[in-house]
């Protein structure tokens, strides 16, 4: 797997052996982030990644103009694989041991690029979202991605109002933007 594009493009990041992650594909990162480009929501962003994996949404947003991320995952091995990687690349991100759908308070600025990449199948992207809403990491007018398999993907979020959803074979991408009133 690879960067798709900004001051990184091209260059390789690990991944994991085995299914216990799935990264989202290069062709997909790479048109989500094309349509993100076109909505100018890149540049100086604060990303959240929840559900990082090998922190590939983050890691491309970095490469792609945002401010900073930071990356949330449940797992020991996520969590290291990540900071490997962002080392590798020479990024500097927070990266924390935190289960996205039990947040705590924020560390630090709210988030307006949130990148929601759950376990297909289980309802854990909306309800991560719920939490991460409820917990107050969300900037107002905030823009949540959500990929999720083909027939789970939630039309509406609570909160949200959704502005496009994207397929791409047996994923799909919906985009959810923090109504202002919430």
């Given at each position: 797997m690879r960067i798709v594009g900004g001051s990184l493009r091209g260059r390789r990041f690990e991944v994991p052996e085995g299914d216990a992650?799935?990264?989202?594909?290069?062709?997909?990162?790479?048109?989500?982030?094309?349509?993100?480009?076109s909505r100018g929501v890149l540049?100086?962003?604060?990303?959240?990644?929840?559900?990082?994996?090998?922190?590939?949404?983050g890691i491309e947003a970095l490469s792609r103009g945002a401010a900073s991320a930071t990356f949330l995952d449940n797992t020991p091995a996520s969590l290291a694989l990540i900071s490997r990687n962002l080392a590798a690349f020479g990024l500097e991100?927070?990266?924390?041991?935190?289960?996205?759908?039990?947040?705590?308070?924020?560390?630090?600025?709210?988030?307006?690029?949130?990148?929601?990449?759950?376990?297909?199948?289980?309802?854990?992207?909306?309800?991560?979202?719920?939490?991460?809403?409820?917990?107050?990491?969300?900037?107002?007018?905030?823009?949540?991605?959500?990929?999720?398999?083909?027939?789970?993907a939630p039309n509406q979020i609570d909160g949200f109002e959704k502005h496009d959803e994207r397929a791409f074979g047996e994923t799909v991408i919906g985009f959810f933007v923090l109504l202002k009133s919430t």
């Open positions: 992650i799935r990264p989202t594909a290069d062709r997909v990162r790479e048109s989500l982030f094309n349509i993100l480009a540049d100086g962003a604060r990303v959240l990644d929840a559900f990082a994996g090998t922190g590939a949404l991100a927070d990266v924390q041991r935190c289960d996205a759908t039990r947040p705590g308070a924020p560390k630090g600025a709210l988030y307006d690029l949130i990148f929601l990449d759950p376990p297909y199948g289980k309802g854990l992207g909306e309800k991560a979202t719920l939490a991460l809403l409820d917990k107050g990491w969300l900037a107002p007018g905030a823009l949540l991605v959500l990929e999720e398999a083909k027939g789970n």
